[in-house]
C-alpha cells in the first residue's frame, strides 16, 4: 500500500514552511501500512491551563492521516483531499512528546479512513482520532 522507497527523510521534507514544522511535528517510522511521528508538548502546543491543546492532536492526527492516505494513492494519478476528521482526547499531558500512529480502517478507490492513536511517552491513549479522505483523479 504505501511505496517502500519512501524514506523519513522525504516525509520530515514536507514539513518545511508549514504548520507542522512550526509545532515541532517529527515524521519517525513508515512501513507498508502505517505512518508515525512524533510532537513536542511544550509552549507551541499548549493550551492555557499548560495542558496539550486538543487542536495540536488534530493537527498531528490530520497530518498522520492525511499524508499516509497521500501515499497509498502515490502512482495512481489520484489525489486524496479531507472530508471529515475527528478525535475523542483521552487524557491531559503537560510535556513531554506524543506519539502518533496512523492505519488504515479502510482503502477504497474513492474514499479513505485511517485511524490514528496518540500516545504518551509511557505509551498512555492520549486521543484517538479517525479521518475521512476523498480520493480524487489528479488534474492536469
Given at each position: ?86 478525535a ?26 485511517w ?26
Open positions: 500500500m504505501i511505496p517502500k522507497e519512501i524514506t523519513i527523510a522525504d516525509l520530515n521534507a514536507l514539513n518545511k514552511n508549514t504548520m507542522m514544522e512550526h509545532i515541532g511535528i517529527e515524521f519517525t517510522a513508515v512501513g507498508h501500512d502505517f505512518v508515525e511521528a512524533k510532537m513536542p508538548v511544550d509552549h507551541r502546543t499548549h493550551q492555557p491551563y499548560g495542558l496539550l491543546h486538543g487542536g495540536a492532536s488534530v493537527v498531528l492526527a490530520e497530518t498522520l492521516g492525511s499524508v499516509a492516505a497521500h501515499l497509498a494513492v502515490t502512482g495512481q494519478q489520484k489525489l486524496t483531499v479531507g472530508l471529515e476528521v475527528n475523542n482526547h483521552l487524557k491531559g499531558i503537560k510535556k513531554g512528546f506524543v506519539f502518533g500512529k496512523a492505519q488504515p480502517l479502510h482503502v477504497g478507490r474513492s474514499t479513505h479512513v485511524e490514528i492513536t496518540i500516545t504518551d511517552e509511557h505509551q498512555n491513549k492520549v486521543c484517538v482520532s479517525r479521518i475521512t479522505m476523498a480520493v480524487i483523479d489528479k488534474k492536469g
